[in-house]
């Protein structure tokens, strides 16, 4: 039988799948395979949404699923997107009463739908977006904006909010995500923004696809200059190439263009970038400040009451905007799960866990007992690393290859450490992105430059963000580093970096000497090959001590654990696709 929810209308034989693999049939009615089930289900901030001009500040209860009926490359769900068959162990089942009931127990302003495309969980979605209005929540989701017209109609009635993330403007840009055509994403916005909802649209911006994002802007504003249009910087998940990705510089250009169509343009996974505010439509001035809060998000530290300018000007922003934040614990929040499932995948790629049934109990392990929360605090410690790789090795029957990468890690960390014991300790700043966004005091990273011998001043900081905060010119002055490293995740160049400190009169000891560091992409966090980033700092700061053929030591190791030669263009592709 047909399937009537997303333009890709997949025929669905009996007992069979469509392309999403979340919808079968069964006795010739189109059913979901896990009805009222979710990988999520937890109190975020709308920002980590994002969603930045409805109920700004307001705590939503996020709700999501897996699956996914485009095929993107790059996805940062790409473990949700793509697990159907090894993760359906992460769903919780939760009938949409229980949902509402939580919802308005942890005081919620309403019920959000991201991270997923809720058209893989349609039927689901739709009950408990019904059920909720009906409990006077509010209700919105995240979309790749597929739904047929159908489907969207029968949403609507419950639809308060929504993101619609564009992937092009052109029919082969859609054709690259695996659907036919671009028309049924511009027709939905065009719908919803007529019917009354409130929309923001989204899109990533691939370096040499500056021409796409033009002309998603021109539609975007030929319905209405003041939607919020947000520009989210590609950054090398899955399968895409790095060469792909923009500086923050490039993607900031970008925006200044298309504010010539658009009075609000947000530039996303940029840290340390200023254009997460909001302003004034008239006059320019600040109404509301943000952060960088981990991919695809944000968060507000400041904003002038009810975001009235003094000029007397208000931006179009739907309902008032909440005095006090909500601030999600660990991983929780946005599209943090996300990246905490995919540090957790690294692991059992390179321990070799293929098998189904023995990954699928692992995933059912971790989310019964909440592992999620445990894995945040031992995952910033380097000397926790080796139990995390043991839990999963255990579980999974490959505790011989969890025994070789431990030993290796720790191995490799024991052996810097005794080089570094009674070394001077050069003063080290950790930045991601632009230079006034300092990691936070406890990461990862901040610890591995201990383990190499040096001094990592953001352990000075008290207040936290997630990975970090802004700070203030004066706090980075008196900080005065002898030596910056630029996180290998959501990166800037060297060259961007220096300049941005020179333009700023930024002028710490490290930028004098020049004495600022990149990293490969992924190489300081997350993924096991952190390892080969402690070699890197160990380099940086004692060359006198250390030696390591970076080069040399990388294909080694992916060689050894993820069964490739180390390639520069396509090494983030080991992540998903290497067995042993």
Same mark, same amino acid.
């Given at each position: 039988?047909?399937?009537?929810i997303c333009?890709i209308?997949c025929?669905?034989?009996?007992?069979?799948?469509g392309?999403?693999?979340m919808?079968t049939?069964?006795g010739?009615v189109l059913t979901e395979r896990?009805?009222d089930?979710?990988?999520?289900?937890f109190?975020?901030?709308?920002e980590?949404? @994002?969603t930045?001009?409805?109920?700004p500040?307001?705590k939503?209860?996020?709700v999501s699923?897996?699956?996914c009926n485009f095929? *993107?490359?790059? *996805?940062?769900?790409?473990?949700? !997107?793509?697990? &159907?068959?090894s993760?359906p162990a992460?769903?919780?089942?939760?009938?949409?009463?229980k949902v509402?009931?939580?919802a308005?127990?942890?005081?919620?302003?309403?019920?959000a739908?991201c991270?997923?495309?809720?058209?893989?969980s349609f039927?689901?979605f739709?009950?408990?977006?019904?059920?909720?209005?009906?409990?006077n929540?509010?209700?919105? $989701?995240?979309?790749?904006?597929?739904?047929?017209e159908?489907a969207?109609?029968?949403?609507?009635?419950?639809t308060?909010f929504?993101n619609?993330?564009f992937?092009?403007?052109?029919?082969e !840009?859609y054709?690259?995500?695996?659907?036919?055509?671009s028309?049924?994403?511009?027709r939905n916005?065009?719908?919803?923004f007529e019917?009354g909802?409130?929309?923001?649209?989204?899109?990533i911006?691939?370096?040499?696809?500056? #021409?796409?994002?033009a002309?998603?802007?021109g539609?975007?504003?030929?319905l209405s200059? *003041?939607i919020?249009?947000?520009?989210?910087r590609?950054?090398?998940?899955?399968?895409?190439d790095?060469e792909?990705?923009p500086? =923050?510089r490039?993607?900031e250009?970008?925006?200044a263009e298309?504010?010539?169509e658009?009075?609000?343009?947000?530039?996303?996974?940029?840290?340390?970038?200023?254009r997460?505010? &909001?302003l004034?439509?008239?006059c320019?001035g600040?109404? =509301?400040?943000?952060e960088?809060?981990? @991919?695809?998000?944000s968060?507000? &530290?400041?904003?002038? @009451?009810?975001?009235?300018?003094?000029?007397?000007s208000?931006?179009v922003i739907?309902g008032?905007v #909440?005095?006090?934040r909500?601030?999600? /614990?660990?991983?929780?929040?946005?599209?943090?799960?996300?990246?905490a499932?995919e540090m957790?995948?690294?692991?059992?790629?390179?321990?070799g866990?293929?098998?189904p049934?023995?990954?699928s109990?692992l995933?059912f392990d971790?989310?019964?007992?909440d592992y999620?929360?445990?894995?945040h605090?031992t995952v910033?410690?380097?000397?926790?690393?080796?139990?995390?790789?043991?839990r999963?090795?255990?579980?999974?029957g490959?505790?011989e290859?969890g025994?070789q990468?431990?030993? $290796?890690?720790q191995?490799?960390?024991?052996?810097?450490? +005794?080089?570094?014991?009674?070394?001077?300790?050069?003063?080290?700043?950790? #930045?991601m992105?632009y230079?006034?966004?300092?990691?936070?005091?406890? %990461?990862f990273?901040?610890?591995?430059?201990e383990a190499?011998?040096?001094?990592?001043l953001?352990?000075?900081?008290?207040?936290?963000?997630?990975?970090g905060? &802004?700070l203030t %010119?004066?706090?980075?002055?008196a900080?005065?580093p002898?030596?910056i490293?630029?996180s290998?995740?959501?990166? *800037?160049p060297v060259?961007d970096?220096y300049?941005y400190?020179?333009r700023?009169?930024?002028?710490?000891?490290?930028?004098?000497?020049? %004495?600022?560091?990149? /990293?490969?992409p992924?190489?300081?966090?997350?993924s096991?090959?952190w390892?080969?980033?402690?070699?890197h700092? #160990?380099n940086?700061? /004692?060359?006198? =001590?250390f030696?390591f053929?970076?080069?040399k030591?990388a294909?080694?190791?992916?060689?050894?654990?993820?069964?490739?030669?180390f390639?520069r263009?396509?090494?983030?592709r +080991?992540?998903y696709r290497?067995?042993?």
């Amino acid at each position: 039988m047909k399937c009537g929810i997303c333009e890709i209308g997949c025929q669905v034989p009996e007992n069979g799948y469509g392309k999403c693999r979340m919808m079968t049939a069964r006795g010739g009615v189109l059913t979901e395979r896990y009805p009222d089930s979710y990988s999520t289900l937890f109190p975020i901030s709308i920002e980590t949404l @994002p969603t930045l001009h409805f109920y700004p500040n307001h705590k939503f209860l996020q709700v999501s699923s897996m699956g996914c009926n485009f095929s *993107c490359t790059g *996805c940062i769900s790409e473990i949700l !997107a793509r697990g &159907t068959e090894s993760m359906p162990a992460v769903l919780k089942q939760m009938p949409p009463q229980k949902v509402v009931e939580k919802a308005v127990h942890e005081g919620c302003k309403g019920i959000a739908f991201c991270l997923n495309d809720p058209t893989v969980s349609f039927f689901s979605f739709l009950k408990l977006a019904r059920l909720a209005k009906e409990n006077n929540l509010l209700v919105g $989701f995240s979309t790749n904006g597929y739904l047929t017209e159908q489907a969207l109609e029968a949403l609507i009635p419950f639809t308060d909010f929504v993101n619609i993330g564009f992937k092009g403007f052109t029919d082969e !840009a859609y054709q690259a995500c695996g659907v036919p055509t671009s028309g049924p994403v511009f027709r939905n916005l065009k719908r919803l923004f007529e019917a009354g909802v409130h929309v923001e649209a989204a899109a990533i911006h691939m370096k040499g696809f500056e #021409a796409e994002l033009a002309r998603i802007a021109g539609f975007v504003s030929s319905l209405s200059r *003041c939607i919020p249009f947000q520009v989210m910087r590609f950054v090398p998940f899955g399968e895409a190439d790095i060469e792909f990705e923009p500086t =923050i510089r490039e993607s900031e250009a970008l925006c200044a263009e298309l504010e010539k169509e658009l009075a609000h343009v947000y530039l996303f996974n940029s840290p340390g970038s200023d254009r997460l505010n &909001t302003l004034c439509p008239d006059c320019g001035g600040t109404l =509301i400040t943000r952060e960088f809060f981990g @991919p695809m998000g944000s968060r507000i &530290t400041a904003h002038l @009451p009810k975001a009235r300018c003094a000029c007397g000007s208000r931006p179009v922003i739907t309902g008032e905007v #909440a005095e006090k934040r909500y601030d999600e /614990h660990g991983f929780f929040g946005g599209y943090r799960t996300t990246r905490a499932f995919e540090m957790l995948h690294a692991i059992l790629v390179c321990i070799g866990a293929h098998d189904p049934e023995k990954v699928s109990e692992l995933w059912f392990d971790l989310v019964q007992t909440d592992y999620l929360k445990e894995f945040h605090e031992t995952v910033q410690l380097p000397d926790a690393y080796g139990a995390i790789i043991d839990r999963l090795a255990l579980k999974t029957g490959c505790t011989e290859a969890g025994h070789q990468l431990k030993n $290796f890690i720790q191995n490799t960390l024991a052996r810097i450490r +005794s080089k570094t014991l009674d070394v001077d300790r050069p003063r080290v700043y950790y #930045a991601m992105g632009y230079p006034l966004f300092a990691l936070n005091a406890e %990461r990862f990273e901040t610890n591995l430059v201990e383990a190499a011998g040096g001094e990592c001043l953001n352990k000075q900081l008290k207040r936290k963000g997630k990975p970090g905060v &802004t700070l203030t %010119r004066e706090e980075f002055m008196a900080m005065n580093p002898d030596l910056i490293f630029i996180s290998g995740f959501l990166s *800037c160049p060297v060259s961007d970096f220096y300049d941005y400190c020179i333009r700023h009169d930024l002028l710490v000891n490290a930028v004098k000497n020049n %004495r600022i560091y990149g /990293h490969f992409p992924l190489w300081d966090f997350g993924s096991p090959r952190w390892v080969l980033g402690l070699m890197h700092i #160990a380099n940086t700061l /004692h060359p006198e =001590i250390f030696d390591f053929d970076m080069e040399k030591e990388a294909d080694e190791f992916y060689r050894e654990f993820f069964n490739q030669p180390f390639d520069r263009k396509t090494a983030n592709r +080991s992540f998903y696709r290497a067995s042993r």
